[in-house]
């Protein structure tokens, strides 16, 4: 099989990997950013930035379009959730990115000219996205045929030569130059991306001063002696807060409380579906019938009977020697012959029945060449004849002159070599055709599109290997059991119908609260939560919800208990949140207070000491950038105060995260270099590598976007 043909089937592949590796590209059609409104405003909008839309339908095609490429790349009928759950992620992520950054990038005249890309693609030194695209998967290397022996890097010459291929569009080239289209649309945009991100990065510096200054913050230690007035020592009742108060402070702390977006406080109350005892019984005896069945299935019909019965639905083809199994079951199957059944036995909250399905002896790896020989547009015939030909003049002697002269394969260079080969490494056809050969043995099999010639070339000693079906069957409630459940759940849904039913019987069952955002995924404790999470935001304040299946045999039941909106939080829902800080700033200012009057006469922290009955404490080779102080936690107040006082100096009563301090800095060790480049160019790199990031997040914040992605994936 050639090099090219290799690529082009795996194309469907780099297609997905091409869509997911950036999340920030550009330069999408205008028609991305149409849509109808949204509750009164646009019910298919998904997300809007800058007053434009992004509509449902958009998305969704451009989803649907990629899942069906990973489908067919990977011969799926579906994908898994978390497969799916990342291909909406990633091309959301896209879109939006795109409206973003598209408008700025035409402010500064961004371009990418035909001459440029051309170079980019297939000019002397490619995008790295074009030796991704030329690089095999499984290996991590560029394929043989296209390495450049001068450089070992792509032969760009062997890339020009297959772009050209590309003319012939027909039907059977339609994947290929879909693939290749993607390729030429990601490498634009990531060079829009570089230009954009390079202008501000080259716009950042990091003066002299500033270095100085970083350098001293990290280099200049002081030891310090402090007294503590913990909040904690001033009684709750002694502190009178009034409304008055708690709105003042609300007032002046109003950016403490605002909301980038809206949340929902959601409490719900958990049914869980445990087996019954019946369900119990009824479990062991399907497991014991189907331990009999087992055991008399006539031969070849055991992979079916697992495939079918099993909870897993899974068959492991592989012979496994001593050692490689599970090891509950490893000792006794890899001494059993073929036809035992071991079990059941439980493992897991699981009940399983494991079957020697045969018994062989295979080396534990091989050393293969190969000769490929694909079809032309799905007719195998010619290949056939080829194959047959070749194999009755092949030996283990002229295979790898015969591999160069007819494998269409990417290691017909060297003569066919595929080096050692492990057990599941390899297709199963060819890995059965050599694992039970010789040394020396050529076969013939036919695979994917091609006849193939197999020569077992070497192998490590032979040992014993056995091949094990093991039937799964989860312990789990009945469906009768689920369904007494789900009425259960049910009945108490209909019955606490109000806010205030609701939390009176809720209160006696665990309940659990959680806040939500409209685009979160997961409630900790709850498989399957998004159904839950999509009704709490299309729902009123004190609504209860229906029954909701969560997956892992519970059902949920919800309340709306509160809904903050976006921006800044009145203060009625932050209310119980505030008095707490009003609290705090009064025992604040009784403490300064106090200790304002016991430092009258008192010129160092021993004599405060004494008057305060408190012996201080001392803190050795603290930085201005140090984040967590031994023995007092985050207290950044005291940071700032301790760099800016004189040693032997006391400093006023400050307010801290724990209490009131006062400190006094005992020695300063400062730093004596005076050369700090080297800090500069780390300080502006640090900025540099930060462009991307920080940029993004500061156009997303301008362009104002709302997300409503959760309500529709």
Same mark, same amino acid.
Not at 585 to 601: P, V
Not at 622 to 636: A, H, R, V, W
């Given at each position: 099989?050639?090099?090219?043909?290799?690529? !082009?089937?795996?194309?469907?592949?780099?297609?997905?990997?091409? #869509?997911?590796?950036?999340?920030?590209?550009?330069?999408?059609?205008?028609?991305?950013?149409?849509?109808?409104?949204?509750?009164?405003?646009?019910?298919?909008?998904?997300?809007?930035?800058?007053?434009?839309?992004?509509?449902?339908?958009?998305?969704?095609?451009?989803?649907?379009?990629?899942?069906?490429?990973?489908?067919?790349?990977?011969?799926?009928?579906?994908?898994?959730?978390?497969?799916?759950?990342?291909?909406?992620?990633?091309?959301?992520?896209?879109?939006?990115?795109?409206?973003?950054?598209?408008?700025?990038?035409?402010?500064?005249?961004?371009?990418?000219?035909?001459?440029?890309?051309?170079?980019?693609?297939?000019?002397?030194?490619?995008?790295?996205?074009?030796?991704?695209?030329?690089?095999?998967?499984?290996?991590?290397?560029?394929?043989?045929?296209?390495?450049?022996?001068?450089?070992?890097?792509?032969?760009?010459?062997?890339?020009?030569?297959?772009?050209?291929?590309?003319?012939?569009?027909?039907?059977?080239?339609?994947?290929?130059?879909?693939?290749?289209?993607?390729?030429?649309?990601?490498?634009?945009?990531?060079?829009?991306?570089?230009?954009?991100?390079?202008?501000?990065?080259?716009?950042?510096?990091?003066?002299?001063?500033?270095?100085?200054?970083?350098?001293?913050?990290?280099?200049?230690?002081?030891?310090?002696?402090?007294?503590?007035?913990?909040?904690?020592?001033?009684?709750?009742?002694?502190?009178?807060?009034?409304?008055?108060?708690?709105?003042?402070?609300?007032?002046?702390?109003?950016?403490?409380?605002?909301?980038?977006?809206?949340?929902?406080?959601?409490?719900?109350?958990?049914?869980?579906?445990?087996?019954?005892?019946?369900?119990?019984?009824?479990?062991?005896?399907?497991?014991?019938?189907?331990?009999?069945?087992?055991?008399?299935?006539?031969?070849?019909?055991?992979?079916?009977?697992?495939?079918? /019965?099993?909870?897993?639905?899974?068959?492991?083809?592989?012979?496994?020697?001593?050692?490689?199994?599970?090891?509950?079951?490893?000792?006794?199957?890899?001494?059993?012959?073929?036809?035992?059944?071991?079990?059941?036995?439980? /493992?897991?909250?699981?009940?399983?029945?494991?079957?020697?399905?045969?018994?062989?002896?295979?080396?534990?790896?091989?050393?293969?060449?190969?000769?490929?020989?694909?079809?032309?547009?799905?007719?195998?015939?010619?290949?056939?004849?080829?194959?047959?030909?070749?194999?009755?003049?092949?030996?283990?002697?002229?295979?790898?002159?015969?591999?160069?002269?007819?494998?269409?394969?990417?290691?017909?260079?060297?003569?066919?070599?595929?080096?050692?080969?492990?057990?599941?490494?390899?297709?199963?056809?060819?890995?059965?055709?050599?694992?039970?050969?010789?040394?020396?043995?050529?076969?013939?099999?036919?695979?994917?599109?091609?006849?193939?010639?197999?020569?077992?070339?070497?192998?490590?000693?032979?040992?014993?290997?056995?091949?094990?079906?093991?039937?799964?069957?989860?312990?789990?409630?009945?469906?009768?059991?689920?369904?007494?459940?789900?009425?259960?759940?049910?009945?108490?849904?209909?019955?606490?119908?109000?806010?205030?039913?609701?939390?009176?019987?809720?209160?006696?069952?665990?309940? !659990?609260?959680?806040?939500?955002?409209?685009?979160?995924?997961?409630?900790?404790?709850?498989?399957?939560?998004?159904?839950?999470?999509?009704?709490?935001?299309?729902?009123?304040?004190?609504?209860?919800?229906?029954?909701?299946?969560?997956?892992?045999?519970?059902?949920?039941?919800?309340?709306?208990?509160?809904?903050?909106?976006?921006?800044?939080?009145?203060?009625?829902?932050?209310?119980?949140?505030?008095?707490?800080?009003?609290?705090?700033?009064?025992?604040?200012?009784?403490?300064?207070?106090?200790?304002?009057?016991?430092?009258?006469?008192?010129?160092?922290?021993?004599?405060?000491?004494?008057?305060?009955?408190?012996?201080?404490?001392?803190?050795?080779?603290?930085?201005?950038?140090?984040?967590?102080?031994?023995?007092?936690?985050?207290?950044?107040?005291?940071?700032?105060?301790?760099?800016?006082?004189?040693?032997?100096?006391?400093?006023?009563?400050?307010?801290?995260?724990?209490?009131?301090?006062? #400190?006094?800095?005992?020695?300063?060790?400062?730093?004596?270099?005076?050369?700090?480049?080297?800090?500069?160019?780390?300080?502006?790199?640090?900025?540099?590598? !930060?462009?991307?990031?920080?940029?993004?997040?500061?156009?997303?914040?301008?362009?104002?976007?709302?997300?409503?992605?959760?309500?529709?994936?």
């Amino acid at each position: 099989m050639s090099v090219l043909e290799t690529i !082009r089937k795996r194309a469907g592949i780099f297609i997905v990997i091409a #869509i997911g590796a950036s999340m920030v590209i550009f330069i999408l059609e205008d028609a991305l950013t149409s849509g109808r409104f949204f509750f009164g405003g646009n019910e298919n909008t998904i997300a809007s930035v800058n007053g434009k839309k992004l509509d449902y339908q958009a998305l969704n095609n451009k989803i649907e379009e990629t899942i069906n490429i990973e489908k067919v790349s990977k011969g799926q009928e579906a994908l898994d959730n978390q497969t799916y759950n990342q291909t909406v992620q990633n091309e959301y992520q896209q879109m939006v990115a795109n409206m973003i950054l598209d408008p700025e990038c035409k402010k500064l005249g961004i371009s990418v000219t035909d001459s440029e890309l051309a170079d980019l693609l297939v000019g002397p030194h490619p995008a790295p996205e074009v030796t991704q695209y030329f690089t095999n998967p499984q290996t991590g290397r560029i394929y043989d045929q296209l390495v450049d022996p001068r450089t070992g890097g792509i032969n760009m010459a062997m890339v020009v030569q297959y772009v050209k291929q590309m003319s012939d569009q027909d039907a059977s080239r339609a994947q290929e130059l879909a693939s290749w289209t993607l390729l030429e649309q990601q490498v634009k945009e990531r060079q829009f991306q570089t230009k954009y991100f390079s202008l501000i990065a080259k716009g950042l510096f990091v003066t002299d001063a500033e270095a100085k200054q970083d350098f001293e913050n990290q280099n200049k230690y002081y030891n310090i002696s402090y007294i503590l007035k913990k909040y904690s020592d001033v009684p709750d009742n002694s502190i009178s807060v009034s409304d008055q108060d708690i709105e003042t402070y609300y007032n002046q702390h109003l950016y403490d409380y605002n909301q980038p977006e809206e949340t929902r406080k959601v409490d719900y109350v958990t049914f869980f579906a445990a087996p019954t005892d019946k369900d119990l019984t009824d479990i062991k005896k399907d497991v014991d019938s189907l331990t009999s069945s087992f055991k008399n299935l006539k031969a070849g019909e055991d992979s079916a009977f697992v495939v079918a /019965e099993s909870d897993e639905h899974f068959y492991d083809d592989h012979y496994h020697k001593h050692g490689q199994l599970d090891h509950t079951i490893d000792s006794v199957m890899s001494h059993s012959e073929k036809g035992f059944v071991y079990g059941p036995y439980k /493992e897991d909250n699981e009940y399983k029945i494991a079957k020697v399905v045969d018994v062989a002896e295979l080396p534990d790896s091989v050393k293969l060449r190969i000769i490929v020989l694909p079809g032309v547009n799905g007719d195998l015939t010619k290949a056939k004849v080829l194959a047959d030909s070749l194999k009755g003049v092949l030996t283990a002697e002229n295979f790898a002159e015969l591999a160069q002269k007819y494998s269409q394969d990417e290691s017909a260079q060297k003569g066919g070599d595929k080096g050692w080969i492990q057990q599941g490494k390899v297709q199963p056809d060819i890995e059965h055709a050599s694992f039970f050969a010789d040394k020396g043995d050529i076969k013939e099999v036919k695979s994917q599109g091609a006849y193939l010639l197999v020569l077992t070339e070497d192998q490590s000693p032979k040992e014993r290997c056995t091949k094990v079906g093991i039937v799964i069957k989860k312990i789990g409630p009945s469906t009768e059991t689920l369904n007494t459940i789900y009425a259960q759940a049910s009945t108490f849904s209909g019955k606490h119908s109000t806010s205030e039913t609701f939390e009176q019987a809720a209160e006696q069952m665990n309940k !659990r609260v959680s806040d939500l955002k409209e685009n979160d995924q997961t409630i900790p404790g709850l498989q399957t939560p998004k159904e839950l999470i999509r009704w709490a935001f299309q729902s009123k304040s004190g609504e209860v919800s229906g029954v909701f299946d969560v997956g892992g045999d519970r059902y949920v039941v919800g309340h709306i208990m509160q809904i903050t909106p976006m921006g800044t939080t009145p203060l009625a829902l932050v209310k119980d949140l505030v008095k707490p800080k009003v609290q705090e700033e009064k025992k604040a200012e009784k403490l300064i207070a106090d200790m304002k009057a016991a430092m009258q006469g008192s010129n160092n922290i021993a004599a405060l000491g004494q008057k305060t009955n408190t012996t201080p404490e001392k803190l050795q080779r603290l930085t201005f950038q140090s984040y967590n102080i031994p023995g007092l936690g985050k207290e950044d107040a005291l940071l700032g105060v301790m760099s800016g006082l004189k040693p032997q100096t006391l400093s006023q009563p400050f307010q801290g995260a724990a209490g009131v301090y006062v #400190i006094q800095v005992d020695s300063v060790s400062a730093p004596s270099q005076s050369d700090y480049r080297i800090t500069q160019m780390q300080q502006q790199q640090t900025l540099r590598n !930060r462009v991307q990031y920080d940029a993004f997040d500061a156009l997303e914040k301008k362009a104002g976007l709302v997300s409503h992605l959760g309500k529709f994936y």
